[in-house]
Antibody, heavy 121, light 107 residues
Framework: EVQLVESGGALVQPGGSLRLSCAAS????????MDWVRQAPGKGLEWVGR????????ETAASVKGRFTISRDDSKNSLYLQMNSLRTEDTAVYYC??????????????WGLGTMVTVSS | AIQMTQSPSSLSASVGDTVTITCRAS??????LGWYQHKPGEAPKLLIY???TLHSGVPSRFSGSGSGTDFTLTISSLRPEDFATYYC?????????FGQGTKVEIK
């Protein structure tokens, strides 16, 4: 079964750090770009960033640039989100998602159930 | 960043109705536009990609159209399981950006 399972969400104080993980199974992980998307309470979906296949280069949203780092370990079929200098506005459910990564199209076709990050003192 | 403006932000409809949601991009995104369905407590689901291509397994009552800056998601013959929030997402350029969402509620 094709699956993404996030973990690592927790309650953390402002200014703190947290590392989220996403375990992939059922597909060839290294063939796909992988992304993080978040949803703050009562808000819509917000793209956080991407790590590309093969090159491992990344793109991140302006709201997290310089604070969040996305990485992957293809040998472990895992995606990571290192979050530093956390702010209360980073409170959200964080979703891991797979990009179809075909030669012509791009879309998020597989999603995890998400992991909750709460930033509060 | 490209701004994606969805309308309406919410709507009430009955089972069997046809509903239309629009998404407007602040600049040309070609056909690099997808539609997603999201229910509380669940993972979002891909419905449409490349503006009009139905994702595998998605019922044919969902359809998408448009290119450039104006896009439409149409749900024909609304079913009880279609009540959810719908988002458009442009993947033409970084940062990728979602519309603010359209909540489809039962009338």
């Amino acid at each position: 079964e094709v699956q993404l399972v996030e973990s690592g969400g927790a309650l953390v104080q402002p200014g703190g750090s947290l590392r989220l993980s996403c375990a992939a199974s059922g597909f060839i992980f290294s063939d796909h770009h992988m992304d993080w998307v978040r949803q703050a309470p009562g808000k819509g979906l917000e793209w956080v960033g991407r790590v590309r296949k093969k090159t491992y280069t990344t793109e991140t949203a302006a709201s997290v640039k310089g604070r969040f780092t996305i990485s992957r370990d293809d040998s472990k079929n895992s995606l990571y989100l290192q979050m530093n200098s956390l702010r209360t506005e980073d409170t959200a459910v964080y979703y891991c998602t797979r990009d179809t990564s075909t030669s012509t199209d791009s879309a998020f076709d597989i999603w995890g159930l998400g992991t909750m990050v709460t930033v509060s003192s | 960043a490209i701004q994606m403006t969805q309308s309406p932000s919410s709507l009430s409809a009955s089972v069997g109705d046809t509903v239309t949601i629009t998404c407007r991009a602040s600049q040309d995104v070609r056909n690099d536009l997808g539609w997603y369905q999201h229910k509380p407590g669940e993972a979002p689901k891909l419905l449409i990609y490349a503006a009009s291509t139905l994702h595998s397994g998605v019922p044919s009552r969902f359809s998408g159209s448009g290119s450039g800056t104006d896009f439409t998601l149409t749900i024909s013959s609304l079913r009880p399981e279609d009540f959810a929030t719908y988002y458009c997402l442009q993947d033409d350029s970084y940062p990728l950006t979602f519309g603010q969402g359209t909540k489809v509620e039962i009338k």
